[in-house]
């Protein structure tokens, strides 16, 4: 495990075009890394979370799922989150032939911890059947009859249809019409045996590599490429305008209240457990 006090942090983060391109500064020297070095992994976002548990990473994107149950060795930085409106997960469902009922439904979903299977289970009450599985897995599943329903995020939203899927609840909205709050999807979280300056620097780089490639948004291109799944040029770029945002600088007080507000809901259904550590690691 690295140590920070050294000036080496291990950064772990998903190969999905959000990510690549909100971290390329940072990874390519583009700002002031004040000193620090980055050991740099990527990785599933669930593979993420699942690594957190052990405390794998000085910092890592997860899911704001994940948070609740990571809360005692991990707080959250507000740089780097993928929140907004208009981005969330997605129930799918093939188009042709006879559909289940969706409550009591199995439902393919990208990881146990993932916010995609905590909002399905906010929106469902639980009364479902999660299948775990990659997310790059989930629409072959449900296109191929192996299971009724599947809940997708990142590039799906673009290329569900190429399937033969049919969109049958948009999570995000529903979520927006709930709360009128944006949906946070991801974050940043960093151990919580991390000094609190040295997170306030984190936090600061982080956020000035999003500035970079939003001022610069051709030159993070070609590493973005290299990682994504999907190659369509049209589709990455959709997929960055969507999941990039001004909350991905800072998720300011709208971004706060909107992760309060899913940890207050998730906490009274019994989804997760509550937290009595502060959420922020600054």
């Not at 669930?46 to 948070?67: C, G, H, I, P, Y």
């Not at 399905?120 to 009364?127: E, F, H, R, T, V």
């Not at 001022?215 to 993070?220: E, V």
Request: with cysteine; aromatic share 8%; net charge neutral.
């Amino acid at each position: 495990m690295a140590n920070v006090k050294t000036g080496t942090v291990t950064l772990a983060y998903s190969p999905c075009p959000n990510d690549t391109f909100l971290f390329y500064a940072l990874a390519h020297g583009r700002v002031d890394l004040h000193g620090l070095t980055f050991d740099i992994m990527l990785n599933d976002v669930e593979a993420l979370n699942r690594s957190a548990a052990k405390a794998r990473f000085d910092v890592s994107k997860l899911s704001v799922a994940a948070m609740a149950h990571l809360g005692e060795s991990y707080g959250m930085l507000r740089s780097g989150a993928a929140l907004g409106r208009g981005c969330g997960p997605l129930i799918v469902t093939k188009k042709e032939g006879q559909r289940k009922p969706l409550a009591g439904a199995t439902l393919a979903v990208p990881g146990m911890w993932t916010t995609a299977c905590l909002l399905a289970s906010l929106y469902l009450k639980n009364d479902f059947t999660p299948v775990p599985m990659g997310f790059d897995r989930i629409m072959p599943a449900v296109q191929d009859g192996k299971c009724d329903y599947g809940v997708i995020i990142h590039e799906g939203r673009f290329t569900y249809s190429n399937y033969g899927l049919d969109c049958l609840v948009d999570l995000g909205r529903w979520w927006e019409e709930k709360t009128r709050l944006p949906i946070p999807l991801g974050l940043i979280g960093v151990r919580r045996d991390v000094p609190a300056e040295q997170c306030r620097v984190i936090e600061q780089i982080i956020g000035q590599s999003v500035a970079y490639a939003r001022q610069h948004p051709a030159a993070p291109g070609p590493y973005v490429r290299q990682h994504a799944q999907e190659l369509s040029e049209n589709v990455i770029q959709q997929h960055i305008e969507l999941y990039v945002n001004d909350f991905t600088g800072n998720i300011g007080e709208t971004g706060e209240q909107a992760i309060r507000r899913l940890f207050e809901e998730a906490a009274a259904a019994g989804i997760i457990p509550r937290s009595v550590m502060p959420a922020f690691a600054t």
